[in-house]
């Protein structure tokens, strides 16, 4: 069964920058995508970022050019760097497994597994 472990979050000023991490394990496909979201009180879930096993990455435009999506096939590990994070990036972070392809446009639904959750706090 795939486990996901989500870390890194924190508190941080406007402006500064975030690392989450995702630790994956019991991963047996061989075509597989990850995906961020977020999600804030009073919100629905929203996608941030995907990235498949040929390394396609996409993003939500709210993002786009302040967070980049990796991942380390080595340690088996996802990565989201959040940089010139605003107020509004304040939010629950997850990270979510898909037993098969995905983008920014795939519903939360569509996902076969979820870790916990980590939270970013942004003040300014």
């Known amino acids: 069964q795939v486990q996901l472990v989500e870390s890194g979050g924190g508190s941080v000023q406007s402006g500064g920058s975030l690392r989450l991490s995702c630790a994956m394990s019991g991963i047996t496909s061989s075509w597989y995508c990850m995906g961020w979201f977020r999600q804030a009180p009073g919100n629905e879930r929203e996608g941030v970022a995907t990235?498949?096993?040929?390394?396609?990455?996409t993003y939500a435009d709210s993002v786009k050019g302040r967070f980049t999506i990796s991942q380390d096939n080595a340690k088996n590990t996802l990565y989201l760097q959040m940089n010139s994070l605003k107020p509004e990036d304040t939010a629950m972070y997850y990270c979510a497994y898909r037993s098969t392809w995905c983008s920014i446009s795939t519903a939360s639904h569509d996902y076969n597994y979820w870790g916990r959750g980590t939270q970013v706090t942004v003040s300014s």
């Open positions: 990235i498949d096993i040929f390394g396609t990455t």
